[in-house]
């Protein structure tokens, strides 16, 4: 489900939904990049090594788009209509169609609570004493994240029925919602990550910007080749990513390849908001790691 989450997390959703804001007009937001994602982008190899479109369920992809965590609500029940998933605006503005997209709509929550505060301790964000916050311990011990975890896993299972919904007990809810407010208060506000955030912002920035200039020069196909004899990485694999979804007839010798049966949905590449709009799904799937080595590469000429 977490297919087209941008890199460097919520952070890195942000400063591409400004950028996708400015210039084509649209929010950016992971639920509805990943729908987009599995329908359009994420290809796969057939028995005879042709690359299609994954061609989901409506039920998986659902629950793709539904499963925003960051709504406080217990007893999830499926909807009962049907709509074009594409009609849907914001995070969160609809229930999942399933009853296995409501489980993943609650477990997505529980998963990223308990991993940021994994992540915070092995950084040294917080201390482990502080999590006492949440599960009081005899005096010394440390609380242990997969045993808080787990039991919240365990309620569900426990009090969840086709009659209350994916549920938890009060008790287990209220710790829930507990966990949020402390990493709210002592791991996505921290001054900590101030650093963080303004570098993933630079990387993402830079290298929006290195391939959107490329737009409006001439050729397009020329001016990716020419940037890539000076960053042979970020352009060389953005060509190759590019010609996947273009039409063929626009492509040069090089990139036509007769082992690709998927939706070409930039076209010929006709205007600036649909090169942009290359350029933002491109660096949307990329891990931090890539993204790193990418901006890496500019740095070093």
């Not at 005899?138 to 919904?165: A, F, K, M, R, Y």
Request: one cysteine or more.
């Amino acid at each position: 489900h977490d297919l087209g989450h941008a890199p460097f997390g919520h952070h890195g959703e942000r400063v591409l939904d400004k950028l996708s804001r400015e210039m084509i007009g649209q929010s950016f937001w992971h639920e509805r990049n990943g729908l987009r994602f599995v329908d359009d982008v994420e290809l796969l190899e057939d028995y005879l090594g042709v690359q299609r479109n994954l061609d989901l369920t409506y039920a998986v992809r659902d629950g793709i788009i539904s499963h925003c965590g960051e709504v406080d609500e217990n007893g999830l029940r499926p909807r009962e209509e049907l709509c074009d998933l594409y009609d849907i605006k914001a995070a969160g503005e609809l229930q999942p169609a399933t009853w296995e997209g409501c489980v993943v709509k609650l477990a997505d929550k529980i998963a990223y609570l308990g991993r940021d505060i994994e992540d915070a301790l092995s950084l040294g964000v917080i201390d482990g004493k502080k999590l006492g916050e949440i599960e009081p311990l005899p005096s010394g011990e440390v609380p242990n994240t997969t045993v808080i975890i787990h039991g919240l896993i365990s309620d569900v299972c426990e009090n969840s029925s086709p009659e209350s919904g994916i549920r938890m007990s009060e008790e287990a809810f209220s710790k829930l919602k507990a966990i949020k407010q402390f990493n709210l208060d002592n791991i996505y506000t921290s001054h900590r990550f101030d650093a963080f955030e303004n570098y993933s912002e630079l990387i993402i920035n830079t290298l929006f910007k290195g391939l959107h200039s490329l737009w409006g020069k001439g050729d397009i196909w020329r001016e990716i080749d020419a940037y890539s004899r000076s960053y042979p990485l970020l352009g060389g694999t953005f060509r190759d990513w590019l010609g996947k979804y273009c039409d063929e007839d626009v492509l040069p010798a090089g990139l036509k390849c007769p082992r690709l049966a998927n939706r070409k949905i930039y076209g010929a590449l006709p205007d600036e908001n649909t090169y942009s709009q290359a350029v933002i799904d491109f660096i949307s799937g990329m891990t931090d790691h890539f993204a790193i080595k990418l901006f890496g590469e500019q740095l070093a000429f």
